[in-house]
Each structure stands twice: as structure tokens, then as C-alpha cells.
């Protein structure tokens, strides 16, 4: 490469004299510069980024070396800021926009190499072009060092002016061309954009009048669902004051005859009569309590290891009374080998006698009911087949939902519409399954409980309490209840089993009775209004730390909770209103 003639015949170091490898590096310098400048100026990150300066900012330690730069720079027409060290010029670019930068390398305090490492640290200042000048010759390394820290240039001095502002001009003109092209492709961007925009809105609105066409179908789908919710509810509350006025009228009934006819000893039937109703009433809330608990979670298992076979003799006694009523055949096929569940046997026999009780009860006079058991591998079944209305196909889906009447008996009444649910939910509790098959009105129904089976060895079984009322000592009792009529009443059964009884009607009587004649038994309301059961409890531990008297919970919350806070409160058993003769005599002993 030849040297270029020097303008005006002054002497200057001609940079094409320099090495080869300088070429490159100030082409890639270039490169990045106007590569950072177009990405900064166009980038939209949130910030807004300085525009390109109309000033030049000459930086030299030397006034006369300032003085001669600003002179060669004034044809330009820019304005000159000048700086007299490297913290100088880093002060001048924190207060305005430069266009370009000469940078004398040589100086006090922190060198050319430094300052442009600040200035290029700055994205407000990153893309301005600095060209070095420097009066000593340096080597490549030095040289290649300037362009690294982004120098677009490198002169020596002294510089000819002509060659400067030539330099200065091709610099500036670069820049400001491709500040314009960032401008340009910004004004692209944000049109890009607004158009991205557009059909985003337009999107969003399709979706939203999409998303409010499907909410209208969806809450059209609700509405029919409570709809069917409040006429099932409507239905289920007639069908409840039918149910409960069913087993009140013969109770009624035979209180009326007593009580007309008061000389003439109770027959045994109305005794009978009156006994089955108030089964029936007490199956009937138990029912509804279960479902409540289940629905809120808070019922309890109390498994073992049971043989079906259990389940089955006790579930077939509970409901033979029904099945002898309508003078069914009940077929029992039993497996040859034991087939043994994890389970609450109470829940079970519950669930089973409940299938035997709707077999009996959706099934003509006279009809036939099978019943077998067994186990196939890991599963125990249980099978109640009728012969009895059937269940129409398009209610097989329904019918263990909660009140449902899938089917209705001879006088027109298809029960509560909780039973099959209560039972589902039940085995579900247990880790099992309940189905149904019907081929139609009139061809029955067979119901199929699975259970997971196990190979659990079997508890001995448990040993009955019997009571001692008869033959046993004479005991001193206190009944306290604010319902007179049940007070009375356990007063006068524990008077005609030789007890002798004491009654209060609140608590703090009953506080103070407790304590003055310290009976053998007190049998104590928990709901007693002012102070409750469990009040009278904790004050007769304060009270009378050596009480001998055995305290028997009575209260209509049956739940394994309510149970275990009266026993956690002091009292010895907890027994569930309505009880029986012979659960309120057991009571009275340990």
C-alpha cells in the first residue's frame, strides 16, 4: 500500500504506514460501533436512550494541543467543548450529547485508555466515536488496546487539519446515518406493533364474545341444575313429612286409645306398633344426619378385619321383619372359603340392610329376593338380586345420587332419596364400589357392593356386657334434663328397676344436688341451658375431687367427636338420645 501525499505539504504520520493487522482490528471497531449505536437506538426496553450529539469534546492535559484541535475542528461548525484531563471529559458527557470524541491518550491522573473505558461502560454514551491522538509512538499492542476499548481511530500528532475534519466528518455523518436508520427501523417497530396489537384486540375481543356465548351456555346449564336442585329439594321436603307422619300416626293412634280407654291394660300389638315407628323415625334422622356428615367430611370408620359372613347375619336380622312382611323367599347363596374385608361393621350392615330393605320394599308381594357373597381374587362381593319394578335405563345413572327417587312402591311412595347415596358414599369410605343393573321397569334389579378383600387374621369376637338391673342393689340416681318429659321418664324406668331417683331441671341445680347427696349414677343433659353437662363436669372435679358417682352423657350428638369430648370432660359413658330401656340400664354400670 503506498503512502498518501500529505495535504498543504505538512508533515504527518501517515496511518497506512502502520502494520497490516491494525486494518481489521479498526474495521471491526467500526463495525461494533455502529452495530451498538443501531441497537441501542432501536431496542425498546423501557428507557429512553440519548439521541446522537451535534458537539465535538476535545480532550487534551495540554491548552495549546486543546487550543490547536478546537481551530482544525471550527470549519466544522459544531460547537467545541473541551476538556482538560480524563475526569474533566467524563464530567462534560454526564451533562450533554457528543457526536464525536478526540481523546489525547497521555495524561495525568487516568490516561485516554481509561476515560474511553468509562465512556464506553455508559450506555448513554457507548456508541460515540472516539478517535485517539497521541504525540508518542506506540507500538501495535498500544494501538490495538485503543480499538478494543472501541476507538474508531487511531492519529498521531501532530494531526493535519484537513485529515482530522475529514475524519471527523465521516465519523459524525456515519453516525447521525445510522441513528437516522435506528429511527427508521424504530418507526418500523413500533408500526409492527400497533399493527400485532391490533390483531391481539381483535383476537381477545373473538375470545371474549366466545368466552361469553360459552358462559351463557354454561350458566343457561346451571340454571337447570338448580332448578332440578330446588324442585328435587321441594320434592325431597314433601316426601319428608310424608315419611315422618307415616310412623307419628299410628303412635298417635295408640297414645289416643290409651288414653280413652285408661282402665284397660295396653295390648302388646299397639306396645309392637309403637316400638317398630319409633325404629323407623330414629332410621329415618340417622339417615339424614349421616348424609350431612358425610357431605361435611366428618364421618368416622372404626374398621377391622370382618368376615362377611358377620355382616351378612346381622345386616339379614335387621331386615327380615321387612321381608317377612311382604312374604318374600329370601335366597341365600354363602361361599365355600371366608371372604374377609377391612370395615366398620356397623356401616356395612347399615349399607346391606339398606338394599335389602329397598328389595323387599320395591318388590310385589310374594316376591323373590337372592342374596350371595364370596370373593374372586382381591375383591369381596355382594350381590342382592330382586324381582321387583326394575329401574328404568335412563335412571340407572341416577339413582345414587341424593334425592333421587328411582323408584316408587305400591301407595305411591318412592322414600327419601337418601338411602342409595348414603350407602355409595359408605362403601367409597371404604375403598369400594357399589353398581346397579336393571333390564327395564318390571325385569328387578341387582345390586353389587365390591370391597377390597384381605387375608387379615380375624380378632376374637367381643365379649357382651349385659346390664345388672336385675338382681343388682338398689343405686341412688340424679337425672338432670330440661325437657320434662324425658325426665320423667328415665326417673320413672330407673324407679320401676328399684333405683331410687332424684330429678333437676337445670344445671346448677343439678350441680348442687351432685354434690350434697353424692349418688351412686348421675344422668346429665349436656345441652342444659345456662350451665351445660360439660360445665357441671368440670366444676364437680373442683368441687368434689373424691366423687365417687358414675356420670353418664345423655345427648342427641352421636358423632365419635362429640363422644370423645364428653369423655375428655369427665363422664364415664356417652350415650345418643333416643336411647333404649336396656341402653340407658347399661349405663348405669361400669
Known amino acids: 500500500m503506498r503512502a498518501r501525499p500529505v495535504p498543504q505539504g505538512r508533515p504527518i504520520r501517515n496511518t497506512a504506514t502502520t502494520p497490516n ?5 479498526i474495521m471491526t471497531t467500526i463495525a461494533n460501533v455502529v452495530s451498538d449505536l443501531a441497537h441501542d437506538l432501536a431496542e425498546d426496553d423501557g428507557q429512553e436512550l440519548a439521541a446522537p450529539g451535534k458537539k465535538l469534546l476535545v480532550v487534551d492535559d495540554i491548552e495549546a494541543n486543546r487550543i490547536a484541535l478546537e481551530a482544525a475542528l471550527a470549519p466544522l461548525e459544531r460547537e467545541i467543548v473541551t476538556a482538560n484531563s480524563g475526569f474533566d471529559a467524563l464530567a462534560k458527557m454526564l451533562e450533554d450529547n457528543f457526536a464525536l470524541v478526540l481523546l489525547d491518550v497521555q495524561m495525568p491522573g487516568m490516561d485516554g485508555y481509561e476515560t474511553a473505558r468509562w465512556i464506553r461502560s455508559r450506555p448513554r454514551s457507548r456508541h460515540v466515536p472516539i478517535i485517539f491522538a497521541t ?11 485503543a480499538y478494543q476499548l472501541g476507538a474508531v481511530d487511531f492519529l498521531f500528532k501532530p494531526v493535519h487539519p484537513d485529515v482530522l475534519r475529514a475524519k471527523a466528518q465521516v465519523f459524525m455523518a456515519l453516525q447521525e446515518r445510522t441513528a437516522a436508520l435506528a429511527e427508521a427501523q424504530r ?22 364474545v366466545e368466552l361469553e356465548r360459552t ?22 321436603l314433601a316426601i319428608l313429612g310424608h315419611e315422618l307422619r307415616n310412623p307419628l300416626a299410628p303412635i298417635r293412634t295408640s297414645i289416643d286409645l290409651v288414653r280413652e280407654f285408661p282402665d284397660r291394660p295396653i295390648p302388646s300389638r299397639h306396645l309392637d306398633i309403637i316400638d317398630r315407628q319409633l325404629d323407623q323415625l330414629t332410621r329415618l334422622v340417622d339417615d339424614l344426619l349421616d348424609v350431612s356428615r358425610i357431605t361435611a367430611g366428618k364421618i368416622e370408620l372404626r374398621t377391622e378385619s370382618l368376615d362377611l359372613a358377620s355382616v351378612i347375619e346381622f345386616a339379614v336380622s335387621a331386615s327380615k321383619p321387612s321381608i317377612d312382611a311382604r312374604r318374600h323367599t329370601l335366597t341365600i347363596t354363602r361361599p365355600e372359603a371366608r371372604a374377609v374385608v377391612v370395615g366398620d361393621s356397623a356401616r356395612l350392615v347399615q349399607v346391606v340392610s339398606n338394599l335389602l330393605n329397598n328389595a323387599a320394599r320395591y ?72 353398581s346397579v343393573k336393571s333390564e327395564g321397569k318390571g325385569r328387578g334389579s341387582t345390586f353389587e357392593i365390591q370391597l377390597p378383600a384381605t387375608e387379615a387374621t380375624m380378632p376374637a ?6 346390664h345388672r338391673s336385675q338382681g343388682a342393689r338398689a343405686m341412688r340416681a340424679i337425672v338432670i334434663d330440661d325437657n320434662a318429659d324425658i ?60 366423687l365417687q358417682t358414675r356420670l353418664v352423657a345423655m345427648t342427641g350428638y352421636g358423632q365419635e367427636q362429640d ?13 345418643v338420645k333416643p336411647a333404649s330401656s336396656e341402653q340407658i340400664l347399661s349405663s348405669l354400670y361400669g
Not at 187 to 208: C, K, T
Open 21 to 25: 493487522n491494525w486494518f481489521p482490528a
Open 135 to 145: 504525540a508518542f509512538n506506540h507500538d501495535d499492542e498500544a494501538v490495538l488496546r
Open 187 to 208: 418507526r418500523d417497530h413500533e408500526r409492527v406493533l400497533a399493527d400485532q396489537r391490533q390483531r391481539f384486540e381483535a383476537e381477545a375481543l373473538r375470545r371474549q
Open 215 to 236: 358462559a351463557r351456555g354454561e350458566l343457561g346449564k346451571l340454571h337447570e341444575q338448580l332448578a332440578l336442585a330446588d324442585r328435587r329439594k321441594t320434592e325431597f
Open 363 to 434: 318388590t310385589e308381594t310374594g316376591g323373590r329376593i337372592e342374596l350371595e357373597w364370596g370373593a374372586e381374587a382381591s375383591t369381596a362381593y355382594i350381590r342382592i338380586t330382586d324381582n321387583g319394578v326394575g329401574i328404568a335405563s335412563s335412571m340407572i345413572d341416577k339413582v345414587f345420587e341424593m334425592f333421587v327417587q328411582e323408584r316408587v312402591d305400591s301407595d305411591g311412595s318412592g322414600g327419601l332419596g337418601l338411602g342409595l347415596a348414603l350407602s355409595k358414599r359408605i362403601i367409597e369410605l371404604h375403598g369400594g364400589s357399589v
Open 461 to 466: 369376637g367381643p365379649t357382651r356386657a349385659h
Open 487 to 546: 325426665r320423667d321418664l328415665i326417673a320413672q324406668l330407673l324407679s320401676l328397676h328399684g333405683h331410687e331417683v332424684l330429678t333437676a331441671s337445670d344445671g346448677q341445680t343439678g350441680l348442687d344436688m351432685i354434690c350434697k347427696h353424692q349418688p351412686d349414677v348421675a344422668l346429665v343433659d349436656l345441652g342444659l341451658p345456662g350451665l351445660d353437662g360439660f360445665e357441671i363436669a368440670h366444676r364437680l372435679r373442683e368441687l368434689c375431687p373424691g
Open 563 to 575: 363422644r370423645r369430648r364428653a369423655i375428655d370432660a369427665g363422664f364415664h359413658v356417652h350415650v
